[in-house]
């Protein structure tokens, strides 16, 4: 930002005149080196857009300015730019040195240069600077060389005065004036050029061209003054600065809003004049710019006037409602007090009482220095007009104005303020307490007439309510009612502090609003209630001056009822209106006066409605309230740059909306962005503030903040709108500016990747579908196979199973066999011993009948031999049994044969039995107690029952059976 310099109304010891507005004070100027634009020392152009921004026409390309960022375009041969137009559809035409064309935005929303050196016929591209550009209500453009005019319509160019000396080219009111130094001022009717006066010749170029009302024209020459084109004639138009301007030589000129008209001149810095021709305001180096030649002039909007100088670019704030006052330059001291008496103006400062004749007019060429006051030098600290007398009070005492002169009233030290008692009576307040002055004569002169007792601390600050009542307070002590005694020479004190109603002993000041005293304390501002004896918040008071904005330093009601006060760090005022039974309020900061205000002895005089005085740390503030809402209310804010902050030259968006539907889209890796951003507001009286939402990401807004910049980092996927709007101090709120983009998701999450995921996971999906069959087929061969084997093995199990079950039965057979065969055995055994017996029988038969002379001996043997027979008796017993167990053993071999061979007897069947057997014919003798010969003589005969054959064996066909 430029470097704010407050030039004052004049400066002491200096030998020439200086610049001296129309009304007292001079605007505020904001100097912008080159330094801080960052291009060429000269502008030769200015232009501003439908968003209010700023373009200047500069050594070094475009240079464009938003309020906060400077951006130098340059064109396609580098050139200096000299002149620009701003046409529809962010189109900016501009003419350099050997070429022309436009800037436009590039679907980034960068300004990009596009020469229309190529529309020119190829004979007449060769020229040197382009001057000026212009465009007629038909949508032509218009450019001016040194000598030729170029037409640009419909994407055509036409090359017109070729050849001429031309020097100035403008349409002004409808009308396209262009000068040829042979034939004159000429005005174009589409295709042609007439002459505008055939016979008039300026002798001097004409440099500029700005409507007066109506169709009037006014037409200004560098070196012989001024032109009026009106009704078709060219005449002079005098005025009473033309030596001036002749002699500083115009070099541009414009119009400003409520009908001034500013000049730049190449020696002399700037002239304002007024419609009655009226100088208004000069200013030139002395007072504020930073140098006297100026090249171009421009009056944006707000209309305040913007000056391309020959080294930098100056901006006068033409309508700032306030104005700088210093009636000592050289010391700049401190503002403690303003009035104005009998026509003059006083200003009290640290460095003594100055002075200057009050009207409403101000020769800006007139000499008109402020006049210290003298014997004043010092700390003044107070001026009050006391029944038509002027009192100051100084660091050195009481004094009295007079003629411009300070008459001591008494030699005590340090008078502070001064209370009417009565016509010829008043108190002062000094450093000490109190003192009593009289008034000796109708001429209005003052006396000190003694010190008071009954208070001796210091009364700075005392008002008098309409009562009578007087009230003093003191920062550190409490406040004070006081009452003086009839005798005149003692005062009664009343102290309340904390005790009564007021917050606390410390930081409170009295002040008279509405003909009652009120104390603004630490927290909130009371009134005295006589009822109660103490202090109460006075409602309405705090109502406006809500104590959560700070503590109220300074109160001051104005003829109209007007509330002035200062309020922790701002400064403003409480309108009000009456409207009959009610009152309205209406509540005005002056962020202006921001911190200025001198501490602790806060200074506002309120003259009437046009001139309000403040007390500043350097001199005096003067507000005209009518200026205070004449400015620019159109605020605007624009996004001008989008970048990723970090990568170098990485500019996402430029600032113009290519296509504001469209969202732009950024890759994933891309998505740490640096935006800034700002209001096209350029006075500095009313700072702005900017609030951000990052919709997609912000549920609310930022809170407010002086910061145009603002950075996101790791941004996530998805669709985000940046909005930013903008607000003033006084309350004027901007709309909202937007940009819209969305973080593309990674590779890894797009679209294109999905759909590979989709195709991929569907492959996996088919492959192991497919892997999944073979696997199901493979587990089925194998659980096929498996089964099998199990079933096999199963079987086998079986087969095994069955063996061993056919191996247990048949070693349970062959263990049954092996039972029967001892069974049997034991039978045959039995039937062995029975033939035993049987021959044992026979045997001792035969030796009873050898012993038949012993009879006892006989029936001894004859026992025992019952007996023998007794027990072949129970062998016989055991056939059957053996016949059941050879059956068992031999799958019923008995009960077959039986059934084949009935006729069989029992004795056949114990012989088959034992053929079965195979056993010999001795054995079968014993066991059939027969011979062998009575054995084959049995077999003989079994066969014959068998019906066996001679060939057949009887063995083998018992073995068959």
């Known amino acids: 930002m430029g470097k704010k310099i407050w030039w004052w109304v004049a400066l002491l010891c200096c ?41 200047f026409a500069n050594n070094e390309g475009l240079l464009q300015y938003d309020g906060t960022f400077w951006t130098c375009y340059p064109i396609a041969n580098g050139t200096c730019v000299r002149a620009i137009l701003v046409a529809p559809a962010h189109r900016i035409y501009v003419g350099g040195q050997g070429d022309l064309g436009y800037f436009c935005p590039n679907t980034l929303g960068r300004l990009t240069y596009y020469s229309l050196l190529a529309q020119i016929p190829e004979a007449q591209r060769r020229f040197e600077d382009v001057w000026d550009i212009a465009q007629t209500a038909d949508g032509a453009v218009w450019f001016r060389t040194n000598d030729r005019v170029f037409r640009y319509q419909n994407n055509q160019m036409q090359v017109l005065l070729a050849g001429s000396n031309l020097r100035f080219l403008q349409a002004v009111n409808g009308v396209l004036f262009v000068e040829d130094v042979e034939k004159g001022l000429l005005k174009c009717d589409g295709q042609n050029f007439i002459p505008v006066n055939p016979n008039l010749r300026f002798g001097s170029p004409v440099t500029g061209a700005v409507g007066f009302g109506g169709d009037t024209v006014l037409i200004t020459t560098l070196k012989n003054g001024i032109y009026c084109y009106q009704n078709n004639q060219l005449n002079p138009w005098p005025t009473s600065v033309d030596a001036f301007l002749c002699q500083k030589r115009i070099y541009a000129c414009t119009r400003v809003g409520n009908g001034q008209i500013a000049f730049g001149t190449s020696l002399g810095g700037m002239l304002v004049m007024d419609l009655n021709r009226r100088p208004l305001l000069w200013l030139e180096k002395n007072a504020g710019l930073q140098n006297n030649n100026v090249l171009s002039i421009f009056c944006d909007r707000a209309q305040n006037l913007w000056l391309g100088l020959d080294n930098g670019i100056d901006l006068v704030e033409m309508s700032a409602p306030f104005y700088r006052l210093l009636p000592d330059p050289a010391l700049q001291g401190t503002g403690y007090a303003a009035t104005v008496y009998d026509q003059q103006l006083y200003l009290g400062s640290s460095n003594g009482l100055y002075t ?66 009565d016509d010829t009576t008043l108190i002062a307040g000094a450093y000490n307490g109190l003192s009593l002055y009289t008034r000796q004569n109708k001429q209005g002169n003052w006396k000190y007439v003694r010190h008071l007792l009954g208070l001796d601390e210091s009364c700075r600050i005392m008002v008098r309510e309409s009562s009578g009542a007087i009230w003093m307070s003191h920062p550190y002590r409490g406040v004070f009612k006081i009452q003086l005694q009839a005798d005149r020479q003692h005062v009664a004190v009343q102290r309340f502090g904390k005790d009564h109603g007021l917050p606390s002993d410390l930081f409170n000041y009295v002040f008279k609003i509405g003909d009652i005293a009120v104390v603004a304390a630490e927290h909130g501002i009371y009134r005295f209630d006589a009822a109660a004896g103490k202090f109460i918040p006075a409602t309405e008071l705090n109502h406006w001056l809500d104590p959560a904005h700070g503590r109220t330093r300074y109160l001051r009601e104005d003829a109209r009822g007007n509330i002035w006060f200062s309020q922790g760090n701002n400064v403003g005022v409480l309108w009000v209106e009456d409207e009959g039974v009610h009152k309205r309020v209406h509540k005005e900061l002056f962020p202006a006066l921001n911190g200025q205000l001198v501490g602790g002895f806060e200074h506002i005089y309120p003259y009437n409605a046009q001139n309000v005085f403040f007390g500043t740390e ?31 030259d990485s500019l996402l968006y430029g600032g113009f909306p290519a296509d504001p539907k469209l969202a732009m889209g950024l890759p994933a890796q891309r998505n740490n962005l640096h935006f800034s951003f700002s209001a096209t507001v350029y006075a500095q009286a009313d700072p702005v503030q900017y609030s951000v939402r990052l919709e997609g990401l912000d549920a609310v807004w930022s809170p407010w903040s002086t910061k145009t910049e603002r950075d996101f980092a790791h941004l996530p996927t998805g669709k985000y709108t940046f909005m930013v709007k903008a607000r003033t101090a006084s309350g004027l709120e901007s709309a909202v500016c937007t940009f819209t983009f969305r973080i593309l998701p990674p590779w890894y999450a797009s679209r294109w990747a999905y759909l590979l995921y989709a195709a991929f996971s569907i492959a996996v999906l088919v492959a192991s579908f497919r892997r999944q069959r073979v696997r199901f087929e493979a587990e089925k061969a194998a659980l096929t196979t498996e089964h099998q084997e199990q079933s096999e093995a199963q079987r086998r199990r079986m087969e095994q199973s069955e063996q061993e079950i056919v191996r247990l039965q048949n070693e349970k057979l062959e263990n049954e066999v092996q039972f029967k065969n001892k069974e049997l055995a034991l039978a045959t055994m039995h039937l062995v011993q029975k033939g035993e017996i049987l021959s044992s029988i026979q045997e001792e038969l035969q030796k009873t009948l050898q012993k038949t002379q012993d009879g006892k001996a006989l029936r001894d043997d004859l026992q025992r031999i019952m007996r023998m027979v007794q027990y072949d008796t129970q062998l016989d017993n055991d056939w059957e049994q053996f016949a059941v167990h050879f059956d068992s053993v031999y799958g019923d071999f008995l009960k077959r044969l039986r059934e084949r061979h009935p006729q069989l007897s029992p004795y056949d069947l114990r012989l088959s039995a034992y053929l079965r057997m195979n056993l010999s014919s001795k054995e079968l003798a014993h066991l059939m107690n027969i011979s062998v010969r009575g054995v084959e003589g049995s077999r003989y005969r079994l066969r014959k029952k068998l019906n066996l054959g001679g060939e057949d064996h009887l063995v083998e066909y018992l073995m068959n059976v």
């Open 618 to 648: 350097k001199g005096f503030m003067l507000l005209n309230p009518d200026r205070l809402h004449k400015s620019d209310t159109t605020l605007q804010v624009v996004i001008n740059s989008v970048r990723f902050p970090d990568l170098q």
């Open 15 to 55: 030998s020439e005149a200086v610049a001296q507005p129309g009304i007292l004070g001079l605007p505020p100027v904001t100097n912008f080196q080159k330094r801080i634009y960052q291009a060429g020392t000269q502008s030769w152009d200015i232009a501003q857009d439908a968003r209010g921004m700023l373009y």
């Open 356 to 421: 200057k004749h009050w009207k409403d007019y101000y020769d800006p060429f007139a000499r008109l220095d402020f006049d210290l006051v003298p014997t004043t030098t010092g700390q003044v600290w107070a001026l009050q007009q006391v029944d038509q007398t002027l009192f100051m009070g100084h660091h050195e005492g009481a004094f009295q104005i007079k003629n411009n002169q300070a008459n001591s009233l008494s030699n005590q030290p340090g008078a502070w303020t001064f209370l009417p008692i």
